[in-house]
């Protein structure tokens, strides 16, 4: 985690700010990352709330997993996000948009690859992907 922020947002409120669905919690929300997006506050995006975030959307709102990858995406290059594994969670979710893999199966392969590890696993399809991923 990051040291230079002081806000974990959880996945409700990322929610509300996606999905407008409640207005008074959509306009707390927005106030809220309007100050990420510019830097203004800083927040780190727990990997357990960005999963979760994914598979509500998915599963729940029947939001398409490209749509629902590539609006976390967004939402993960605003300026107040400060996470140290930034570039492996937004390459997670690049893979979640473009594959039938599960959103932690994502996670697994992108870490493993940002970190140069390798994948220990059971199961085939994860092991296939990783060795497509491989470094």
């Known amino acids: ?16 700010y996606l999905l407008r ?3 008074e919690q959509f306009e ?6 309007e ?3 510019t830097g203004k506050k800083k ?21 398409p997993r490209k749509e629902a990858a590539q609006t976390l995406a967004g939402v993960m290059q605003y300026k107040g996000v400060v996470n140290r594994d930034k570039a492996a969670l937004s390459a997670a979710l690049a ?6 893999l599960d959103p932690v199966d994502c996670v697994l392969l992108a870490k493993a690859r940002h970190n140069a590890m390798q994948v220990f696993s059971f199961d085939k399809t994860l092991i296939k992907a990783a060795a497509k991923t491989a470094p």
């Open 1 to 16: 985690m990051s040291k230079s922020a002081d806000i974990l947002p959880d996945t409700n409120v990322v929610l509300r």
């Open 21 to 23: 669905d409640i207005p």
């Open 28 to 33: 707390q929300a927005t106030d809220f990352f």
């Open 35 to 37: 100050q990420i997006r």
């Open 43 to 63: 927040m780190v995006f727990l990997e357990s709330v960005l999963v979760e975030c994914v598979y509500i959307l998915t599963k729940f709102y029947n939001v």
């Open 95 to 100: 893979l979640y948009a473009e594959s039938n």
